[in-house]
């Protein structure tokens, strides 16, 4: 325990070390935070206080380490405030963590700039806001030397994805521990498939289908006096530069899963998308369907699909199919023309969100460098991107040419009253794409 607590310590040291490009004595005060910590405490910082900033914080603090939440950010007040009566209410079902909220009314933030002063606060932030603005605040995150918790996906476009692999590359520098929340990897029995699937259990992957099919997610109508920006954020769901349609924002999960069997990334993709009956104004740009090819290098295509309407099977699930057997991941078994090869004991299956918290706060705690999701996550959330891109314009999109296109869908500028990217007619209804209309490259 002791050695522990004194590895942190050191450990705490020579990342801010690294990430100041310091040379200086232990304590001594710093912008970062690093060397104010004269006790063992991991500060976290939340940045994005919805649904997900609240679970993934509470999980962080349900965690065995000794953590305290010291500051909150998001772009609303209310949605702060409520993450914090979340946070605070004793009687949570998830458990009693009030005792490790420790966040004083000057270390809330809000604001489009708000992430800023939280993140100077913290040891360990944790990024959870619509991922338009992942970039944004994981560069800024490791700039300043701290250790990441981020959800997928971690971009919306092309550009956002090469800043998230550059601030990776930061971070291995500066040894900071990086998980993203494509909590499959967090997961025992994705973990078993995995390995046996690794170890050759079904030979090489020749095709496999992954879905994300279900009724869609929630709808945050327009109300007077919002301007377009805070309706945009408001309803974010339904914008790309913020959510990336459902293909990125809930697809990701299976299309993660798809190249980690794989043991790969597509080099192309194409596919048919639209939307049949999403098609009010309140669903701003986003498709309700998407069924994508994605070829790899070795010439295998894997299939995708995802789709948001309502009475339509539902099937959230992968399946990969090999020379000598096939993985159900949602059955959690292997099998051979009908004989099971393997099948995962389900009494042994974990929260996978609670694990990937317990085991990045174990190793921060122990001073160890054992996480660097960031590339994986950016390489995800591009496939995500490119099946978009694919389905938009009907066209065959090379991953290259989409990662290195430099596109980039964000507002240039970020203020209540900013100039949109994208912006409804006289009738309310935004512009959609249009395959064989809508293109990226000529
Ligand atoms: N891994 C999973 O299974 C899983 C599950 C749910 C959500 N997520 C991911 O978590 C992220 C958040 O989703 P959610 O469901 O919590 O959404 P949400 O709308 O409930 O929360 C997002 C929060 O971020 C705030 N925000 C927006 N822009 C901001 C900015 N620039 N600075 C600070 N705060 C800002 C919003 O006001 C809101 O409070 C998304 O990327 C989503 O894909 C992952």
Redesign the pocket.
């Known amino acids: 325990m002791k050695e522990d607590k004194q590895s942190r310590r050191e450990f705490v040291k020579q990342s801010s070390l690294l990430a100041g490009g310091l040379v200086a004595a232990p304590f001594l005060s710093h912008a970062g935070g690093y060397f104010n910590s004269v006790d063992d405490t991991i500060k976290i910082a939340l940045?994005?206080?919805?649904?997900?900033?609240t679970g993934a914080a509470m999980q962080a603090m349900l965690t065995k380490q000794n953590v305290k939440l010291v500051a909150m950010?998001?772009?609303?007040r209310d949605?702060l405030d409520s993450a914090y009566a979340a946070l605070t209410d004793e009687n949570s079902e998830e458990g009693n963590v009030k005792a490790k909220v420790a966040v004083p009314e000057a270390n809330k933030f809000v604001g489009?700039d708000?992430?800023q002063k939280a993140i100077a606060l913290a040891d360990v932030v944790i990024l959870?806001?619509?991922?338009g603005?992942r970039p944004i605040h994981f560069e800024e995150a490791i700039r300043q030397g701290k250790h990441v918790f981020m959800?997928?996906?971690v971009a919306t476009d092309p550009a956002g994805i090469q800043r998230v692999l550059r601030a990776a590359e930061e971070a291995k520098k500066k040894k900071l521990n990086v998980v993203v929340?494509l909590?499959r990897h967090y997961q025992n029995s994705y973990r078993e498939l995995f390995k046996r699937v690794k170890d050759g259990m079904i030979g090489e992957i020749t095709s496999g289908q992954v879905w994300w099919n279900n009724d869609g997610v929630w709808v945050n109508m327009r109300k007077p006096g919002q301007t377009e920006m805070e309706y945009q954020?408001r309803n974010?769901y339904y914008f790309n530069w913020l959510c990336g349609d459902h293909i990125n924002?809930q697809h990701i999960?299976n299309l993660d899963v798809m190249n980690w069997f794989k043991g790969d990334y597509p080099v192309k993709a194409f596919g048919l998308g639209g939307r049949q009956v999403r098609t009010g104004k309140e669903y701003g740009e986003i498709y309700d369907h998407h069924y994508v090819e994605y070829h790899y290098a070795d010439g295998t295509i894997l299939n995708s699909q995802c789709r948001h309407i309502k009475g339509t099977y539902a099937i959230v699930d992968e399946m990969f199919v090999g020379t000598k057997g096939v993985v159900k991941c949602g059955a959690a078994e292997i099998t051979n023309k009908g004989k099971a090869l393997y099948k995962y004991d389900r009494k042994n299956e974990n929260n996978p969100y609670q694990t990937e918290h317990d085991e990045l706060f174990a190793a921060i705690a122990k001073g160890e460098y054992k996480f660097a999701d960031a590339e994986n996550g950016a390489k995800s959330t591009l496939t995500a991107i490119m099946g978009r891109m694919a389905t938009y314009s009907g066209q065959v999109i090379e991953w290259d040419k989409a990662l290195n296109s430099g596109l980039s869908i964000m507002p240039t500028t970020?203020a209540w009253d900013a100039d949109m990217p994208v912006k409804p007619d006289a009738n309310g209804f935004y512009p959609v794409a249009t395959p064989g209309v809508t293109r990226y490259f000529s």
């Open positions: 940045v994005g206080c919805g649904g997900r900033g950010a998001d772009a609303f949605r489009f708000a992430y959870t806001t619509p991922p603005f959800e997928k996906p929340g909590q954020m974010w924002e999960h970020f």
